[in-house]
């Protein structure tokens, strides 16, 4: 079964294939909140993505990257994080429910589900619901995987140059002019001659 918050508010439970079909999960909010949690570096957020042109609502540094580095894929037409949970029973007869951090749709209509890996190493814990989480996603032609944090040189490079893509940092006057690549002076320069 799969659980979600439909666009109105309201929770919804589901068979998972009809929610991978059917629903929209990038217009869902988040399944579980946030929590903020004191002494912490890093707290929930929002990431502006060059992608949608919308807000991201993040619940962590480690989700807020994943995020990036969908919102940097061209294949990626839209994200959200924590938008479904999906329960299942286990074997000694226990119920188990898990949320994985983010989702994405491609632009071929497929879908990702992915959980981050805090520090890269994946908790036993992990694991098997990892197992679990990809068998759902293949049963529905969707895709599953578990993220390790980028190299920390690589993580910094990314959000410096993300930071690059919203529209605040466009030139008109290069995109009017047809001087991409060109520094404003360079283009008028050439129009001129």
Known sequence: MARFVDPAGGERLMHWRDVAQGVALEDCG????????????????????????????????VMRTQVMLLDRDSSVMTMACRPVELSWRESDG?????????????????GLLLDCAGRGEISPRLAHRADVMAAAARA?????????????????????????????????????GGGAGLCPSSAADRRSA
């Not at 579980?32 to 807000?55: D, K, M, N, V």
């Not at 188990?96 to 989702?103: E, G, I």
């Open 30 to 61: 988040p399944v579980r909140p946030f929590p903020l949690r004191p002494g912490r570096r890093f707290a929930p957020g929002w990431w502006w993505s060059a992608t949608t042109g919308l807000l991201v609502h993040y619940g962590s540094g």
């Open 94 to 110: 226990t119920v188990v429910s898990h949320a994985p951090h983010l989702m994405a749709r491609f632009s071929d209509g497929g």
């Open 140 to 176: 529905v032609g969707w895709q599953y995987r578990v993220a390790s944090p980028p190299e920390p040189v690589v993580a910094a490079n990314l959000g410096w140059l993300a930071g690059y893509r919203h529209p605040r940092h466009r030139d008109a006057t290069l995109m009017e």
